[in-house]
T-cell receptor, first 112, second 116 residues
Framework: AQSVSQHNHHVILSEAASLELGCNYS??????LFWYVQYPGQHLQLLLK??????LVKGIKGFEAEFIKSKFSFNLRKPSVQWSDTAEYFC??????????FGPGTSLSVIP | GAVVSQHPSWVICKSGTSVKIECRSL??????MFWYRQFPKQSLMLMAT?????????EQGVEKDKFLINHASLTLSTLTVTSAHPEDSSFYIC????????????FGEGSRLTVL
């Protein structure tokens, strides 16, 4: 069965620190990859997505992610986090069956 | 982005009663809608996929007679929790796909169900 794993359950960073959240998936076919963010009290929002082409994708709010097919990974990065980035981050994979499977999520806390 | 709206945003009911949650795509036609369940501080668990005009496809372990899904039009899907029990208390989230191949899901605000 398809699955998505995220390396960290909870990450705590100081403002201006760099961020990298790991995501791995298990599915041998063609995938579309997403990172979603859920700010406290709000609903899920799309940060960025990968469909094809350049494996380095840029999203909103300075986030980017790199798709490495050989490693089945799609890690999220941001060079300098802000307090407002405190949120829950979910990696998600859409398989050829059109289902979107979410990872367990990583809670990011940014300390001012 | 496209807008998906859920109603009600929160509901409290007595054990044994049924509760209906609506999910509407406001500015696009959603050929496919998905229902997720999110437990506190956990990820979204896909419950079922509903396609307009056909029966929903349930994920393994999800009781289809417990969670009735109807997708009668391209802008509306409903989830009915039948004979609700306290263990059904959760945050239910719907999402919709426009089916134009982008794969992006648009999420509703979620509905918090509390069963007493």
């Amino acid at each position: 069965a398809q699955s998505v794993s995220q390396h960290n359950h909870h990450v705590i960073l100081s403002e201006a620190a760099s961020l990298e959240l790991g995501c791995n998936y298990s599915y041998g076919g063609t995938v579309n990859l997403f990172w979603y963010v859920q700010y406290p009290g709000q609903h899920l929002q799309l940060l960025l997505k990968y469909f094809s082409g350049d494996p380095l994708v840029k999203g909103i709010k300075g986030f980017e992610a790199e798709f490495i097919k050989s490693k089945f990974s799609f890690n999220l990065r941001k060079p300098s986090v802000q307090w407002s980035d405190t949120a829950e981050y979910f990696c998600a994979v859409k398989t050829s069956y059109d289902k979107v499977i979410f990872g367990p999520g990583t809670s990011l806390s940014v300390i001012p | 982005g496209a807008v998906v709206s859920q109603h009600p945003s929160w509901v409290i009911c007595k054990s044994g009663t049924s509760v209906k949650i609506e999910c509407r795509s406001l500015d696009f036609q959603a050929t496919t809608m998905f229902w997720y369940r999110q437990f506190p501080k956990q990820s979204l668990m896909l419950m079922a996929t509903s396609n307009e005009g056909s029966k929903a496809t349930y994920e393994q372990g999800v009781e289809k007679d417990k969670f009735l899904i109807n997708h009668a039009s391209l802008t509306l899907s409903t989830l009915t929790v039948t004979s609700a029990h306290p263990e059904d208390s959760s945050f239910y989230i719907c999402s919709a796909s426009s089916g134009r191949g982008t794969g992006e899901l648009f999420f509703g605000e979620g509905s918090r169900l509390t069963v007493l």
